[in-house]
């Protein structure tokens, strides 16, 4: 996606656009025409005895005085709405666009970065339609229909208006540039600093308390808050000598107005009211020009925004990954079938070392080909020939040491690594599948399963929002956590940030209750034991078991089930089932 695409897609459809952009020019329109009739109206009753030529007038300042604030809160209604539809759906997308990168495609991201990117970075991109296109609009509507109503009660002064408009655009514009788009175009950058330097504290606090490494952290926090300050306060000033060189042009419009339409007085060209006319409009027009230096500041900003965006989002999908693309109609039946699967990790050899010098040991890679610059190594699959059935119903043990391809496995079954080989679902091949319907079938609960610091109702109704209390206390009951919900207060109960507030074996049969509530066919469980005191093991594998009820499951665990648990063992050593 190019910077150009994601400007696009920000930018709101002409249907629900261009309601906003009425109202906005008609709330302009309406506060210009307040003040030429007001202005028109005082002179004439300084010079009329009867206000009976005066009650139209009258009639038309309360008018457009209302209106003017009628028109202006549809505008905000309608634009605000478009645009924060547009950011839902540019968000959404965003999201979309990252699913299949993980969780392989952005190992080498900074989780700050991106978290930067996804909430303030795209967020900035609803400032396009709201304080670039819609303003600009206005404006040039506004300036356009000014200048040609002046033109017909004073030519002279209806061109000093436009001379005076084009250069207060031409100025704003430029200096707002030379002032401050160094600024403003990397503040979104120093800002992504300062939230990386902030989840790396957080994230890690223990750790730097640990060893001591604290104050330098804080320093990291403190210089890029410190970055982020300058730059705002530069962008600011840069904004604000814009606007300050635009009210200037603003007074000169109205002076030089004066200067060229007076002399019509003693002509009979114009008269006293309209000469009020024709010097008080450009003020209103240019308080609504005035929106012209802050969309050029904006402008700049949001386009520095995508950019930061485009940069986090990879150019192409890595070839190791599978697209989200494919066909969304479920499989008839959801029997697994993998034959010699293989598949790679889009990073670099350290990870995969283990299964290269596996390789070495037993002779499939030559000693010449490990000393090319550790090519070898970077280029180790992590599936090299696995071979898999699991029937309705089934359970199903993979065990395997360490770094032998256990969990790569798991993120081939759900789509996140493209396997090569045969994987088939009821006979249908997988790849023919979209991402969204393979993981509608087969769901994973993760070694460290992700919680959220919200209470434990929101944590399961993230897989089925439509869950009652009763339906989620039913479900807790199944894996084991019934009671201490109850014990705990009930639902309401949190359990903290990354589920600080609960154990390693109730994350994960809180991870399980929601993989039950989801209804998948078949349950992937990768090293569920992942952080659980080995005398809690055994209860945990069984208790898990026993809860997925009729549903497929696919245990990967290095700690042997109870017995009778599972119906068959499949071990996998360096890639390959053996």
């Excluded at 604290?214 to 300050?229: F, G, L, M, S, T």
């Excluded at 993760?446 to 989620?472: S, V």
């Excluded at 209804?519 to 809860?547: I, Q, Y």
Aim: charged share 20%; proline share 5%.
């Amino acid at each position: 996606m190019s910077v150009s695409d994601l400007l696009r897609l920000a930018q709101p459809p002409l249907r629900r656009f261009l309601p906003g952009l009425i109202w906005g020019v008609l709330s302009a329109a309406a506060a210009v025409s307040l003040l030429a009739v007001s202005g028109w109206l005082i002179v004439s009753a300084s010079i009329v005895d009867s206000l009976v030529p005066l009650s139209v007038a009258v009639v038309g300042v309360r008018f457009f005085a209302v209106s003017r604030a009628v028109f202006r809160y549809l505008e905000r209604l309608s634009g605000h709405h478009a645009a924060l539809g547009q950011l839902a759906r540019t968000r959404a997308d965003m999201v979309r666009t990252l699913i299949p990168l993980s969780p392989a495609g952005l190992g080498r991201t900074d989780r700050g970065q991106v978290l930067s990117a996804l909430v303030d970075d795209v967020e900035n991109l609803q400032n396009l339609p709201l304080r670039v296109v819609q303003p600009l609009a206005v404006a040039a509507v506004v300036a356009v229909g000014s200048v040609g109503f002046i033109a017909f009660v004073s030519p002279p002064a209806a061109l000093t208006l436009a001379a005076c408009l084009v250069v207060a655009a031409l100025v704003a514009i430029g200096l707002g540039w030379i002032v401050g788009s160094r600024a403003e175009e990397r503040v979104s950058v120093r800002r992504a600093e300062l939230s990386a330097s902030l989840v790396d504290y957080f994230g890690s606090l223990d750790v730097l308390l640990a060893y001591g490494a604290e104050p330098q952290a804080r320093q990291r926090i403190e210089r890029a808050d410190e970055a982020v300050r300058r730059l705002v306060t530069r962008s600011s000033l840069a904004e604000a000598v814009a606007a300050g060189v635009v009210s200037v042009l603003a007074g000169v419009a109205s002076v030089w107005a004066v200067a060229v339409a007076s002399p019509g007085l003693s002509t009979g060209a114009i008269d006293g009211p309209w000469l009020a006319v024709v010097v008080l409009v450009p003020m209103v027009v240019f308080e609504v020009f005035g929106a012209v230096p802050v969309a050029a500041a904006s402008w700049r900003g949001v386009r520095a925004s995508a950019q930061r965006v485009v940069d986090v989002l990879p150019a192409q999908l890595p070839p190791q990954l599978r697209s989200d693309a494919g066909n969304a109609e479920p499989p008839a039946s959801t029997v697994l079938r993998l034959r010699d699967v293989r598949a790679s990790w889009p990073h670099n050899g350290t990870a995969r070392a283990d299964l290269a010098r596996a390789d070495l040991a037993r002779g499939d890679l030559a000693r010449g080909d490990l000393a090319r610059g550790d090519l070898a190594l970077r280029d180790a699959p992590a599936l090299r020939g696995v071979d898999l059935d699991l029937g309705v119903g089934e359970r199903v043990l993979v065990s395997g040491p360490s770094g032998a391809g256990k969990s790569s496995l798991a993120s081939v079954l759900v789509g996140f690594l493209k396997a090569e080989g045969e994987y088939t679902i009821g006979g249908t091949d997988a790849a023919s599948l979209s991402g969204p319907a393979l993981r509608e079938i087969v769901g994973l609960c993760e070694q460290h399963p992700q919680l959220f610091d919200e209470d434990i109702r929101q944590n399961l109704l993230f897989a089925r929002d439509t869950a009652t209390d009763a339906e989620l206390l039913v479900v807790l009951d199944r894996v084991g956590l019934g009671d201490w919900v109850r014990e705990r207060g009930g639902l309401d109960a949190r359990v903290g940030d990354r589920g600080a507030l609960v154990s390693g074996g109730q994350a994960q049969r809180i991870s399980l209750a929601r993989a039950l509530l989801h209804r998948f066919d078949v349950l992937v469980l990768d090293e569920p034991t992942a952080g659980v005191d080995p005398e809690a093991s055994e209860a945990l594998l069984r208790d898990l078991l026993e809860a997925a009820g009729e549903q497929s499951v696919l245990l990967i665990s290095h700690v042997e089930p109870p017995a009778g648990t599972v119906d068959r063992v499949v071990r996998i050593e360096a890639g390959r089932t053996v």
